[in-house]
């Protein structure tokens, strides 16, 4: 719980304090050496120095935390502040290197562990950008602590050959750096690319090709579903099997063509009345409603026990009764039967299903164009 205060619950919040308490490490595990210079009298400061250095820089990775965990840095390019980070300790480092002696050379690989953070999200240009003020920044320094002197001597000679290799180091890292910044951010899209396409393919294989409507394979996950929500919760809900009336006679008299414009606007037809009622839209998806197969579609209706799904679906039969179907062979009507049926607690989904398809024949035997409720509780139709 503490960790979760401390460190946000938001991932990619999360993932930037982590970064953040990394770079504080980088800080610290340089007071190792730091130490062993003092004792060692190769330093210009002490360990009170030492101390005060240390406060600066830990308030200096707090104001950084302070600022990414309040989340005031979202609306940034670079919400970890990285580029800035890396620059704050660049400062330090020279401030540090100033007051060193022969552990100079040493403290230089301060550099190089601010560089490897880069490696995050830093772009090529960006490492360059850090490599010039790096470079610059010890160029300074040199002209610093040379001024008014003549730039001879071995002492100037060393400065040069570690700005030298400072260059050096730093210009390779930032093509290195930014070249592996790159391949993860390619491996970053490719994996976004790969989730989407098999988001795609899932959708896919879950759709009716004809219709666009769900499938027998969505439709039957979704009717285990929710028996599993209504075993555990005591919920009601209700399945309907609807099935076109004298659907052969459309292939028959207009051929295919026509029979397959029917299903998809009888589709479209009752998916739109539907939400219309409220039907579908309760879970803000269109995940209930599909083809069962050949001209029989299957509605499963959360929340809604069997008298009220069998008034909705006769609002929908009503709606479905007086539309024309636009077709090559001209404004066409269709109506169709259904059968209803309400879960009951313990049973299995195929029981279900079979009440609601024995509902369904009888509404056929009826007179079609009629709906019914399993168990031989019928709402009169307009046949």
């Known amino acids: 719980m503490w960790l979760d205060l401390?460190?946000?619950?938001?991932?990619?919040?999360?993932?930037?304090?982590?970064?953040?308490?990394m770079g504080l490490g980088s800080y610290l595990m340089f007071l190792a050496p730091l130490l062993l210079a003092i004792d060692s009298g190769w330093t210009q400061f002490g360990y009170r120095w030492l101390l005060?250095?240390?406060?600066?820089?830990?308030?200096?990775?707090?104001?950084?935390?302070?600022?990414?965990?309040?989340?005031?840095?979202?609306?940034?390019?670079?919400?970890?502040?990285?580029?800035?980070?890396?620059?704050?300790?660049?400062?330090?480092?020279?401030?540090?290197i100033h007051y060193t002696g022969e552990a100079r050379s040493i403290l230089l690989?301060?550099?190089?562990?601010?560089?490897?953070?880069?490696?995050?999200?830093?772009?090529?240009?960006?490492?360059?950008?850090?490599?010039?003020?790096?470079?610059?920044?010890y160029a300074a320094l040199m002209l610093f602590e040379f001024r008014g002197r003549e730039l001879t001597g071995d002492r100037f000679r060393m400065e040069l050959l570690r700005l030298v290799a400072l260059g050096m180091?730093?210009?390779?890292?930032?093509?290195?750096?930014?070249?592996?910044?790159?391949?993860?951010?390619?491996?970053?899209?490719?994996?976004?690319?790969?989730?989407?396409a098999l988001a795609q393919v899932r959708e896919l294989s879950e759709r009716d090709e004809l219709?666009?409507?769900?499938n027998r394979r969505h439709l039957l996950r979704t009717l285990d579903r929710e028996s599993a929500r209504a075993g555990r919760f005591n919920a009601p809900f209700?399945?309907?099997?609807?099935?076109?009336?004298?659907?052969k006679r459309f292939n028959d008299q207009h051929g295919h063509q026509?029979?397959?414009?029917?299903?998809?606007?009888?589709?479209?037809?009752?998916?739109?009345?539907?939400?219309?009622?409220?039907?579908?839209?309760r879970q803000d998806v269109d995940d209930t409603f599909g083809r069962y197969g050949g001209e029989e579609f299957l509605l499963v209706m959360p929340h809604t026990a069997g008298t009220g799904a069998t008034l909705c679906l006769d609002r929908i039969r009503a709606a479905v009764?007086?539309?024309?179907?636009?077709?090559?062979?001209?404004?066409?009507?269709?109506?169709?039967?259904?059968?209803?049926?309400?879960?009951?607690?313990?049973?299995?989904?195929?029981?279900?299903?079979?009440?609601?398809?024995?509902a369904l024949y009888g509404a056929k035997t009826a007179g079609r164009n009629r709906v019914m409720l399993a168990d031989d509780t019928r709402l009169p139709g307009a046949g």
């Open 6 to 21: 401390l460190l946000s619950r938001d991932p990619p919040t999360r993932v930037r304090l982590l970064r953040q308490l």
């Open 321 to 358: 009764e007086t539309h024309a179907f636009a077709t090559h062979a001209g404004p066409l009507h269709a109506t169709f039967s259904a059968g209803v049926a309400e879960y009951r607690p313990g049973a299995p989904a195929a029981v279900l299903l079979a009440r609601a398809d024995a």
């Open 211 to 214: 219709t666009g409507a769900h």
């Open 258 to 281: 026509v029979g397959d414009e029917i299903l998809r606007g009888f589709s479209d037809l009752v998916r739109g009345t539907a939400r219309e009622l409220d039907v579908l839209a």
């Open 52 to 96: 005060g250095f240390t406060v600066v820089a830990l308030a200096v990775n707090a104001a950084f935390f302070i600022a990414i965990r309040s989340g005031c840095t979202r609306r940034f390019a670079d919400p970890s502040l990285l580029v800035w980070q890396i620059l704050a300790a660049l400062a330090l480092a020279l401030v540090m």
């Open 169 to 196: 180091i730093t210009v390779w890292l930032s093509f290195i750096g930014g070249y592996f910044a790159n391949l993860r951010r390619t491996l970053a899209e490719r994996k976004d690319a790969l989730a989407q």
């Open 109 to 137: 690989m301060l550099f190089v562990a601010m560089f490897f953070f880069g490696l995050f999200s830093l772009t090529t240009r960006e490492f360059l950008g850090l490599a010039v003020a790096a470079i610059g920044g």
């Open 238 to 247: 209700s399945v309907a099997i609807i099935g076109l009336d004298h659907f």
